[in-house]
């Protein structure tokens, strides 16, 4: 898999988080909140919980087996959520 997509997707993922002021402790809530924090359907945060799901995999349990479609998908969602995150502009101040 494509290690810094995912990297960027989750880092967006958290920046969407933190800007309505949540700091999650597990990695998956980042994605999962997607619905909430940048207003996004299940079917595009879904793909990046199934590439959280495909790392956990390869980091743990040496499973190398990351489908090409799934790489070009997280690479193609991830573009849309640095889109989205730009759209939130500047956080608000507590």
Not at 23 to 48: D, I, M, T
Not at 58 to 84: F, N
């Amino acid at each position: 898999m494509r290690s810094r997509a995912y990297q960027a997707a989750h880092a967006l993922s958290l920046a969407a988080l933190r800007w309505h002021g949540h700091r999650p402790k597990n990695r998956a809530v980042a994605f999962q909140a997607l619905e909430h924090s940048v207003g996004w359907p299940p079917a595009k945060w879904r793909v990046l919980s199934l590439a959280h799901t495909k790392r956990n995999a390869v980091q743990y349990d040496a499973v190398i087996e990351v489908e090409k479609a799934l790489v070009e998908d997280l690479v193609r969602v991830t573009g849309e959520l640095y889109a989205a995150c730009e759209k939130l502009g500047k956080p608000p101040r507590p």
